[in-house]
């Protein structure tokens, strides 16, 4: 079953290439979607497939070397929406 994950990371995220991580490990999942910036620090990630892939990268990404950046995730579970073909860096 697809499902589609909007997470916001926190802490030191923006200015470490977590964008391009996240993307560089996108590659090696099943699943669609963006990763961005915003404005007040934290990074926004949406990521849409079967749910057992999104949870797998979602897993990776906290197992990079970005996960010691990380100090929160907010995760919301959504229905999928099938608007992204691949994985992608907004700016």
Same mark, same amino acid.
């Given at each position: 079953?697809?499902?589609? @994950?909007?997470?916001?990371?926190?802490?030191?995220?923006?200015g470490? /290439? =977590?964008?391009?991580?996240?993307?560089?490990? @996108?590659?090696g999942?099943?699943?669609?979607g =963006?990763? +961005?910036?915003?404005? !007040? /620090?934290?990074?926004?990630?949406?990521?849409? /497939?079967? +749910? %057992? %892939? $999104? $949870? @797998?990268f979602l !897993?990776a990404?906290?197992?990079?070397?970005l /996960?010691?950046?990380?100090?929160q @995730? !907010?995760?919301?579970w959504? %229905?999928?929406?099938? %608007?992204?073909? +691949? =994985?992608e860096?907004? =700016?």
């Open positions: 079953m697809r499902k589609r @994950a909007r997470v916001y990371y926190s802490g030191r995220v923006q470490i /290439g =977590f964008r391009y991580t996240a993307r560089e490990v @996108a590659c999942y099943e699943v669609t =963006f990763v +961005q910036n915003l404005s !007040d /620090g934290r990074v926004e990630m949406a990521v849409e /497939g079967k +749910q %057992e %892939e $999104v $949870v @797998a !897993d990404i906290k197992a990079s070397q /996960g010691s950046h990380i100090r @995730a !907010d995760v919301t959504l %229905e999928p929406r099938n %608007e992204e073909k +691949q =994985f860096i907004r =700016f």
